[in-house]
């Protein structure tokens, strides 16, 4: 408090401020931050509440995804929520069930082979848990071996792709149950069983029930009327409150619409997945890898984006540790995988959440359902789900992205759409393998080929590039080439013979220089590389000189010789100073 002020009641003057107790200082100050807290911590609570009642028919969907019991879905929006809000660097992102994790683990659960294996059994519980405990020290291990930036491995192109086909997926397999047409089986080899049993559905489309149909296309208006024009109530909740009122009071399964049944109340009970062999453990590990590409992938994305619009710190590695312990609590509560959630976070943010006390109160709201709340479910007819799931998959589908890929970067787009392809047709697993695939060819490829050019200046000394082919030179006597990348052992073969075909001319250039302020380094290949073509210029009496080299650059250049074999006079901090010691000489 400034010393001009008078001091009243509960306030100490500058005099006796030093006397003061420390508790009733602390207190002053809190005094002095508290209308700001009070507010924030009011928005927080609001949007936590919004948050829990927009994720929990989400939740619940996304269990028909992952194969399990309807409950688990709200399992995921309990205790790993509370786990990453205590020890994720983000102030922002949403952990809870997702639909491409869910999904990954749906097909790599299947595809353990185990005979009699069915969704939402207890065995399949099992694998689901142990499944999230996996995912969960893979990202523990990724922390300590500080591998947060393999999120940057997935392209955004490729993830566009392999999300849109996996929107496909998801939403195909939801027209069965949105039509209460019983589920087809699929045993072709190497195609994906969604896709062929989607098609199955279709002939099966006379045995469809039509007051599912009608609960299904009710629930489809509703969602899409309330996210378009009253968003400011939850479409999601609107239609399942209505829809256990209306199962409840029409009496809907005496009809032959399928409800849940019995859902059992209260927390979740703790410990390890239980009947899991160690084989099942070591099937499970791709699917895990796979699972943890994906969350390492989309989590960093949404809370790097949100770092951005707010100007905070974010860290990859410490995400890391509340990703996996949120993984690990899922896999310990009964329920499976959880991801950083893209939607979810848009909802609390869209709220004006700006702490994690949001996702806390979400928690709080998740267990009161849990304990008081699970009996009206059981009337909740199962089309709801599928439908909500339906929706959920369609949005996936990113057309206005891919629209936008294809106006842009035409070979890009061709990355994306067979991504999507792979998905729909092999599978969510084999669409994960080809976008990390996919995603490093891009990058190699980049950098393969990268824009090379022939440095030279026009009449007014501005720099101009030119296309490197023979005969082409800078000015009469020197030639002055700029190698757009890193030299390694992918593109080093591709500098070599550009400098080759430059100086093998009938007219050789006197004085040959390397632009270096694109070359951020060079291996082994590329430092041999680079030795060889001194040796070879020297031989045709050409000097070979460095412009532009970064200090990095100059100390790998020196380890590895080759400034002892051009001499370190040869190194120039500006093209202009390169190209006068070319005149002078």
Same mark, same amino acid.
């Given at each position: 408090?400034?010393?001009?002020?008078?001091?009243?009641?509960?306030?100490?003057?500058?005099?006796?401020?030093?006397?003061?107790?420390?508790?009733?200082?602390?207190?002053?100050?809190?005094?002095?931050?508290?209308?700001?807290?009070?507010?924030?911590?009011?928005?927080?609570?609001?949007?936590?509440?919004?948050?829990?009642?927009?994720?929990?028919?989400?939740?619940?969907?996304?269990?028909?995804?992952?194969?399990?019991?309807?409950?688990?879905?709200?399992?995921?929006?309990?205790?790993?929520?509370?786990?990453?809000?205590?020890?994720?660097?983000?102030?922002?992102?949403?952990?809870?069930?997702?639909?491409?994790?869910?999904?990954?683990?749906?097909?790599?659960?299947?595809?353990?082979?185990?005979?009699?294996?069915?969704?939402?059994?207890?065995?399949?519980?099992?694998?689901?848990?142990?499944?999230?405990?996996?995912?969960?020290?893979?990202?523990?291990?990724?922390?300590? +071996?500080?591998?947060?930036?393999?999120?940057?491995?997935?392209?955004?192109?490729?993830?566009?792709?392999?999300?849109?086909?996996?929107?496909?997926?998801?939403?195909?397999?939801?027209?069965?149950?949105?039509?209460?047409?019983?589920?087809?089986?699929?045993?072709?080899?190497?195609?994906?069983?969604?896709?062929?049993?989607?098609?199955?559905?279709?002939?099966?489309?006379?045995?469809?029930?039509?007051?599912?149909?009608?609960?299904?296309?009710?629930?489809?208006?509703?969602?899409?009327?309330?996210?378009?024009?009253?968003?400011?109530?939850?479409?999601?909740?609107?239609?399942?409150?209505?829809?256990?009122?209306?199962?409840?009071?029409?009496?809907?399964?005496?009809?032959?619409?399928?409800?849940?049944?019995?859902?059992?109340?209260?927390?979740?009970?703790?410990?390890?997945?239980?009947?899991?062999?160690?084989?099942?453990?070591?099937?499970?590990?791709?699917?895990?890898?796979?699972?943890?590409?994906?969350?390492?992938?989309?989590?960093?994305?949404?809370?790097?984006?949100?770092?951005?619009?707010?100007?905070?710190?974010?860290?990859?590695?410490?995400?890391?540790?509340?990703?996996?312990?949120?993984?690990?609590?899922?896999?310990?509560?009964?329920?499976?995988?959880?991801?950083?959630?893209?939607?979810?976070?848009?909802?609390?943010?869209?709220?004006?959440?700006?702490?994690?006390?949001?996702?806390?109160?979400?928690?709080?709201?998740?267990?009161?359902?849990?304990?008081?709340?699970?009996?009206?479910?059981?009337?909740?007819?199962?089309?709801?789900?599928?439908?909500?799931?339906?929706?959920?998959?369609?949005?996936?589908?990113?057309?206005?992205?891919?629209?936008?890929?294809?106006?842009?970067?035409?070979?890009?787009?061709?990355?994306?759409?067979?991504?999507?392809?792979?998905?729909?047709?092999?599978?969510?697993?084999?669409?994960?393998?080809?976008?990390?695939?996919?995603?490093?060819?891009?990058?190699?490829?980049?950098?393969?080929?990268?824009?090379?050019?022939?440095?030279?200046?026009?009449?007014?000394?501005?720099?101009?590039?030119?296309?490197?082919?023979?005969?082409?030179?800078?000015?009469?006597?020197?030639?002055?080439?700029?190698?757009?990348?890193?030299?390694?052992?992918?593109?080093?073969?591709?500098?070599?013979?550009?400098?080759? +075909?430059?100086?093998?001319?009938?007219?050789?250039?006197?004085?040959?220089?390397?632009?270096?302020?694109?070359?951020?380094?060079?291996?082994?290949?590329?430092?041999?590389?680079?030795?060889?073509?001194?040796?070879?210029?020297?031989?045709?009496?050409?000097?070979?000189?460095?412009?532009?080299?970064?200090?990095?650059?100059?100390?790998?250049?020196?380890?590895?010789?080759?400034?002892?074999?051009?001499?370190?006079?040869?190194?120039?901090?500006?093209?202009?100073?390169?190209?006068?010691?070319?005149?002078?000489?």
């Amino acid at each position: 408090m400034s010393e001009q002020l008078k001091a009243g009641p509960g306030q100490h003057s500058a005099g006796d401020r030093a006397t003061r107790p420390k508790r009733e200082r602390s207190v002053s100050i809190l005094e002095g931050i508290r209308p700001y807290r009070r507010g924030w911590l009011r928005a927080d609570i609001i949007a936590g509440i919004t948050l829990a009642a927009l994720a929990i028919p989400e939740t619940m969907g996304y269990t028909k995804i992952a194969g399990m019991p309807v409950i688990t879905g709200l399992y995921t929006i309990l205790i790993p929520i509370v786990a990453f809000a205590f020890l994720g660097s983000s102030r922002h992102l949403v952990v809870g069930a997702d639909s491409a994790t869910a999904a990954i683990m749906f097909a790599g659960i299947t595809g353990l082979g185990i005979g009699g294996l069915q969704p939402a059994t207890p065995q399949w519980v099992s694998l689901a848990g142990l499944s999230a405990l996996l995912a969960g020290g893979l990202l523990w291990l990724a922390r300590l +071996a500080r591998l947060g930036f393999l999120a940057d491995f997935l392209s955004r192109t490729v993830l566009i792709g392999f999300l849109t086909g996996v929107g496909v997926q998801v939403a195909t397999g939801q027209v069965g149950g949105m039509l209460e047409i019983p589920k087809q089986t699929s045993e072709v080899p190497f195609f994906s069983g969604n896709l062929i049993e989607f098609f199955k559905t279709l002939g099966h489309i006379g045995q469809a029930s039509g007051p599912t149909a009608l609960v299904s296309a009710s629930v489809l208006a509703v969602l899409i009327v309330f996210e378009r024009w009253i968003k400011a109530i939850p479409g999601g909740l609107v239609a399942v409150i209505g829809a256990i009122v209306a199962s409840w009071a029409l009496d809907l399964q005496a009809d032959g619409v399928s409800i849940l049944g019995p859902v059992p109340s209260g927390l979740p009970s703790i410990g390890l997945p239980s009947g899991v062999t160690w084989h099942e453990a070591a099937g499970l590990l791709p699917v895990a890898f796979s699972m943890f590409l994906v969350i390492l992938a989309q989590s960093a994305a949404t809370s790097r984006a949100y770092a951005v619009k707010y100007n905070e710190r974010f860290t990859e590695n410490t995400d890391l540790i509340g990703l996996g312990l949120a993984n690990v609590t899922a896999g310990l509560s009964g329920t499976f995988v959880v991801n950083g959630s893209p939607t979810k976070t848009e909802m609390v943010d869209e709220a004006k959440s700006r702490t994690q006390v949001a996702q806390l109160t979400t928690a709080v709201v998740v267990a009161l359902v849990l304990l008081f709340l699970t009996k009206p479910l059981q009337y909740l007819p199962n089309a709801v789900l599928s439908s909500v799931v339906f929706l959920i998959g369609a949005k996936l589908i990113a057309i206005r992205p891919m629209r936008s890929i294809y106006r842009l970067r035409r070979d890009e787009f061709w990355v994306a759409l067979l991504t999507a392809v792979v998905v729909v047709a092999l599978g969510v697993e084999q669409g994960i393998i080809l976008a990390i695939v996919l995603s490093l060819v891009v990058h190699v490829r980049r950098h393969y080929a990268p824009h090379d050019a022939v440095v030279r200046f026009d009449s007014k000394g501005r720099l101009e590039l030119a296309k490197p082919t023979p005969g082409t030179v800078t000015e009469p006597g020197l030639v002055i080439y700029r190698f757009g990348v890193g030299i390694f052992y992918a593109n080093a073969e591709r500098l070599s013979q550009e400098i080759m +075909a430059l100086v093998n001319v009938p007219d050789p250039p006197r004085w040959f220089v390397l632009y270096a302020d694109a070359i951020d380094d060079i291996d082994y290949t590329g430092a041999q590389t680079l030795l060889e073509l001194a040796d070879h210029l020297t031989a045709r009496g050409i000097v070979l000189a460095v412009a532009g080299a970064g200090d990095d650059l100059r100390r790998e250049l020196d380890r590895f010789g080759f400034t002892a074999k051009i001499g370190p006079d040869r190194y120039y901090d500006s093209l202009h100073a390169a190209r006068d010691a070319s005149r002078i000489a």
